[in-house]
């Protein structure tokens, strides 16, 4: 099966190595969603605990209920902690796409965590089912529309492949995030793929692609450059935000000034208004 690219390893544009960028942003809120999850689950524990001891000195009768409760509660709390603190070290925070491979670091005490080279991408069994997925591709995907149906590259979950390392072969998935804190997304995620693809076409030119991993991703199969219509949707996008943003400032505008204030306030809140806008 031919490649999808027409481009011969002479005339390919040149490969350099990329490095994941975190996203700080997502990081934070998901570290605080946690931490507060975390928090809230300690207080009702310490809550119940409470009551127990409440309902024993007045004989009540949903003493067995309320251990149940602790006990469901103190399992969920126990899996988050176990999760978030003795896990995180067996995960990988970083993703570098190079020469020789994809290598998989954990920032965190600075540890490789999984490396697969060039070399260990080995062809698909094509159309065999191994697990839950089949592939038709040597490096595949699993798409789904918004309707929850595969389709043909409109929404990429998953991307697999084979590999075989120390003679043992196996399918790798990949998502091309960090695989921590709800598989935290990469900033420069997008950049990492086309470096996939590139290298692909540069160290195994041998290996067929789904032509869905290009389309889904916005990415010219001949030169490896990104479609100039993503960036003009982006700012379509943008704009459409900032004009329901200005809207509802303007809605919220006429809500305060229509409530009923002292001629003082109605001049307050008129001048803020004028400031900010």
Known sequence: MPRLSKYSSDTLPPFRAVRSTTNRTWDFIVAFSVISVIILLAGIIIYLINELFQAAAENRKDIPGTIIFIIIISIILTLMIYKVIYTRKERFTTTIIDEKGIHYFNRFDNTVVNEILWDNFVRSDLGKKTGLLTAEFDIDCISYDSRGRKSNGTGIVKYFWKVAVNEKEYIH????????????????????????????????PDLTINPCIFIANSIDGKDYTFYPNTTFWKTIFGFIFVLILAISAYLLYLVAIDYPHSPFQREALEKVFHDLF
């Open 173 to 204: 998935t990949d998502f091309f995030n960090a695989s921590y804190l709800l598989n935290s997304p990469y900033i420069n995620r997008k950049d990492l793929i086309r470096a996939f693809l590139l290298g692909l076409a540069h160290y195994r």
